[in-house]
């Protein structure tokens, strides 16, 4: 059993034929909408009288007569200037979902792309010697999200995180480990999470007494300005003692993605670093073509449309005019790799708005060498910030950047609060466990639920909240549903019975149901995880609705009792698909 087409394709389908039957040489889109009215509207033969010079309301009357009603549409009428009005039957919306819930890869139904193409995705790109911040997250969670959406619509997706692992900075900290070698010696950490903070406090400490002794005694000054030529020139014993801050620093990183439940592997992780030996070639080749040129000795790109607030175009430097490569050398080289090496259609960059800049020119310079073109194409899916309960940018009380560890562990307490007090039955174990997957999933659906390009406010408070937009709401409407299914008597359990006919909780539940495939598609092609996450919202409340007005294990009849249960299980597989889809989990209790 494999996919399973919606009943808005079918009934595309059904109108797409009647309106070319009756107009042969057009071809239209019927435009078929949900609808308050019915269940369908089609609006597509306004469009279509109009280009055939004929009465809409004419036509439509002509298109309903060619529409045979039955086992999928149940009844069809033109409503105002020329709409079509139509309604499933009931016996149609129960047997598709019942195919759907008979898919047993666990996919519901939904088609997986023929054609897949490769999509490269840069995302979750923290940088080493440094804390991670509330952007390192939101670059995680949406990417996160985004490769789960891709990856079920079939599509090759390949990870990259794109670390800050090279730099000048690495000279100073580099020299300062060689004349104090035991800074970054561990005390033998039991589990990863206390060994991540470890690390991180190792390193946070010698990047401090590096970073003093750096600006106060000129011979330090000198022997660390060395040390960058020779981390660049390859000096083995140099690197060596560059490997050991990124090992650190990698311990630190998978501590945080364990804590967010989020599955990062090393052989993902490709820095920075992992372009060096590209650098010089990059610009050879930008050169040799005229895309850059040499300015101030510099190795410039210019673009007509970017100027400084002089009216002076802004170049992007590609290598400064001492030889030394930075940022857009790195991503240009990376962009060669991931075209011709990785083969991809598609460059996604997961990363802060407040770099669009860079990558508008990064990508309009690799458009000009040709390694951009139409079939491969370059988007940065740019998120704003996140800010304070004051509305701005978040910080700590003393003005510094919050540290993404301390706010993970503040959302888990609250979270665990909250499922102390609603728990009936859990066990101090479970309590702890539950309380870690609601926080870490408010966290992760308070950024996916707006869309990225929004800035967002941390508020923990919302996050956390029982009522309303949140990933708690969801997980405890999962949970419910997960308990009326237990609570079904022996030998009773979850089946369609297409015959039945359907209240009005039940349709529009299930045709919201039927919607999961195509809100699905559209999230992953528009790299837009929060019509995901509304959709997800949306189905709980309908859910609520049937449950208020539709009584499950005490409905009339052995049938019914059957067919509901079928809606609830429909609903949380649903559910928990959608959650997973977002990187969040649906406990089976809460
Ligand atoms: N490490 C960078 C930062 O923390 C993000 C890297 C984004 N990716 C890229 N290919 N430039 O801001």
Redesign the pocket.
């Known amino acids: 059993m494999a996919s399973v087409t919606s009943l808005t394709d079918l009934v595309n389908q059904q109108l797409a034929s009647a309106l070319s039957a009756t107009l042969p040489e057009a071809s239209a889109d019927p435009l078929l909408r949900r609808s308050d009215r019915a269940d369908f509207q089609a609006n597509g033969i306004l469009a279509l009288a109009k280009k055939a010079k004929a009465n809409p309301r004419e036509l439509a009357a002509e298109v309903v007569g060619r529409i045979t009603t039955g086992e999928l549409i149940k009844d069809v009428e033109v409503s105002g200037p020329g709409f079509l009005n139509l309604t499933i039957a009931d016996g149609a919306i129960t047997s598709n979902l019942a195919s759907r819930y008979a898919d047993d890869t666990g996919r519901l139904g939904v088609p997986s792309a023929e054609h897949p193409g490769t999509t490269v995705i840069?995302y979750a790109?923290?940088?080493v010697a440094k804390e991670m911040h509330v952007?390192?997250l939101r670059?995680a969670v949406i990417g996160d999200s985004v490769v789960q959406l891709l990856e079920f619509t079939g599509e090759n997706v390949v990870r990259r995180h794109?670390?800050?692992d090279w730099g000048t900075q690495f000279g100073m900290l580099i020299q300062y480990l060689d004349e104090h070698p035991h800074e970054l010696d561990h005390k033998a950490g039991e589990n990863l999470q206390a060994s991540g903070e470890e690390a991180m406090s190792n390193l946070d400490r010698l990047y401090k007494t590096a970073r003093k002794l750096f600006d106060s005694d000129e011979e330090f000054k000198t022997r660390a300005r060395r040390r960058v030529v020779d981390l660049q020139a390859g000096d083995p014993a140099t690197l060596a003692m560059w490997q050991k801050f990124v090992d650190e620093s990698k311990i630190y990183f998978f501590s945080v993605f364990e804590k967010l439940d989020m599955e990062i592997r090393d052989a993902d992780i490709v820095g920075e670093s992992g372009y060096n030996d590209m650098l010089a070639e990059t610009c050879r080749l930008l050169e040799e073509s005229g895309v850059a040129v040499r300015s101030e000795g510099a190795l410039c790109v210019f673009f007509d449309d970017v100027k400084g607030p002089d009216g002076n175009p802004v170049p992007l430097i590609v290598q400064k005019s001492d030889g030394g490569y930075g940022?857009a050398a790195t991503?240009l080289s990376?962009i060669r790799d991931r075209v011709f090496r990785l083969k991809a259609n598609t460059l996604l960059?997961v990363?802060?708005a407040r770099?669009a800049l860079h990558f508008k020119m990064v990508f309009e310079t690799a458009r000009r060498a040709g390694w951009l073109n139409d079939d491969v194409h370059a988007v940065q899916l740019a998120f704003g910030t996140v800010l304070g309960k004051d509305g701005k940018p978040f910080k700590t009380r003393e003005g510094e950047t919050v540290r993404l560890v301390d706010l993970l562990d503040e959302a888990i307490d609250r979270a665990s609060a909250v499922v102390r007090e609603k728990a009936q039955d859990l066990s101090e174990e479970e309590i702890a466990e539950r309380g870690t997957q609601v926080g870490i999933g408010a966290v992760k659906y308070a950024d996916l639920s707006t869309s990225a390009n929004r800035d967002y406010k941390f508020d923990l408070d919302q996050m956390v909240s029982l009522n309303g937009d949140t990933s708690v709401y969801l997980q405890y409407a999962y949970a419910r549903i997960r308990s009326i299914l237990r609570k079904a008597p022996e030998g009773v359990g979850p089946s369609a019975h297409p015959e039945l006919e359907l209240a009005p909780a039940e349709r529009a539940l299930g045709l919201h149901l039927d919607a999961f495939a195509e809100t699905v598609a559209e999230a992953a092609r528009e790299y837009a995880p929060h019509k995901l996450a509304a959709y997800l919202y949306q189905l709980a409340s309908h859910y609520t609705s049937f449950y208020d007005k539709c009584p499950v294990l005490k409905a009339e009849s052995p049938e019914q009792v059957e067919n509901r249960l079928f809606l609830c299980d429909i609903t949380a597989a649903t559910l928990h698909r959608g959650m997973a889809l977002l990187g969040i989990r649906t406990p089976e209790r809460l």
């Open positions: 840069d790109q923290p940088n952007g390192h670059s794109h670390i800050g940022y991503d990376a960059y990363v802060d770099q």
